[in-house]
């Protein structure tokens, strides 16, 4: 099971971190990513991860403003995003799976998400 937090209300150009707590063992072939989805609109890719090692991927949207990071120890990803948009605004999932891949699809567990609401 994946736990998100972090989320929240935050002004344009301001900062936030989401966490992703796994309760369950991370094998080492496993890909974490972050998808989110605004109203009325498509899950879209965020960023991913491979487990076992600092392999990453992101959006171009997103690309230079936001970094994904993993702990290890604490079975924790994280997304940082900094300079947030309101266009940024939306419901943020972390997620697992064995392809890194861009692809919701591809990932075949999902946290409950968290709100990320960027104020004007």
């Known amino acids: 099971q994946l736990q998100a937090s972090g989320g929240g209300l935050v002004q344009s150009a301001g900062s936030l971190r989401l966490s992703c707590v796994a309760s369950?063992?991370?094998?080492?072939?496993?890909?974490m990513g972050w998808f989110r989805q605004a109203p009325g609109k498509e899950r879209e890719f965020v960023a991913t991860?491979?487990?076992?090692?600092?392999?990453?991927a992101y959006a171009d949207s997103v690309k230079g403003r936001f970094t994904i990071s993993r702990d290890k120890p604490k079975n924790t990803v994280y997304l940082q995003m900094n300079s947030l948009k309101p266009e940024d605004t939306a419901v943020y999932y972390c997620?697992?799976?064995?392809?890194?891949?861009?692809?919701?699809?591809?990932?075949?567990?999902w946290g409950q998400g968290t709100l990320v609401t960027v104020s004007s």
């Open positions: 991860i491979r487990w076992s090692r600092d392999s990453t």
């Open positions: 369950g063992r991370i094998y080492s072939s496993y890909v």
């Open positions: 997620s697992a799976g064995i392809q890194f891949s861009s692809d919701w699809k591809t990932y075949t567990t």
